[in-house]
């Protein structure tokens, strides 16, 4: 009678263990898949230790161009202005017979120091120069005083002294130009400059 509850405990502590051993291998629990499980998390730590420890190596940019480091600069002197005189707009290098040029006159103690520049034309022999006074006397006008001045060479600035003058006198100056040429005709004089009133001091 004693031997049956006995036999009856140990079947059922039996079906406890079975039961168990399935529940595990149902959820997966085996020693099999643990082991797995352990050598993927060691093999993922290693290799995200080889990648930390690995020393990062330079990659250049493609297209990015070099820039030299100079070892001189050159530096460049500008070269010195150049003075160029202008020409006389009275030196055209001909006679031109319509057109009347001015005169520079420096009235002194009874003379006067006129200057001009020289037309450059070939045809031009010499020059002819008069200080024509301003005052109208009553009767006949004496005679203008004309002296003659040599031609210059060139675009040249030809300066005459005219004395004999009267103080306080106004004058106005007179330039005739001496020309020989088959155009104009051999010791022809056509008048090419003349001055505002000048008063002499």
């Not at 290098?93 to 057109?99: D, Q, Y």
Request: charge should be negative; proline fraction near 10%; aromatic fraction near 4%.
């Amino acid at each position: 009678m004693n031997r049956t509850p006995r036999a009856t405990g140990l079947g059922i502590a039996g079906v406890a263990m079975l039961l168990a051993l399935s529940g595990c291998s149902l959820l997966g629990l085996t020693t099999e898949s643990t082991t797995g499980s352990g050598a993927a998390e060691a093999g993922t730590a290693d290799w995200s230790t080889r990648v930390l420890a690995g020393t990062p190596a330079a990659s250049p940019t493609p297209g990015a161009p070099l820039s030299p480091t100079p070892t001189s600069v050159l530096t460049l002197e500008p070269d010195p202005p150049v003075s160029v005189s202008p020409v006389p707009s009275e030196c055209v290098g001909n006679l031109r017979p319509n057109v009347l040029n001015g005169l520079t006159v420096t009235p002194g103690a009874g003379q006067a120091t006129v200057s001009w520049v020289n037309v450059g034309d070939p045809a031009v022999a010499s020059y002819r120069l008069a200080a024509i006074p301003q005052t109208i006397y009553h009767g006949e006008q004496p005679p203008a005083d004309w002296q003659d001045v040599p031609a210059g060479e060139g675009c040249t600035t030809i300066t005459q002294t005219v004395t004999g003058l009267k103080k306080g006198e106004a004058y106005i100056f007179w330039l005739d130009a001496i020309v020989n040429s088959y155009e104009y005709g051999v010791g022809r004089d056509i008048q090419i400059a003349r001055s505002t009133p000048v008063i002499v001091r």
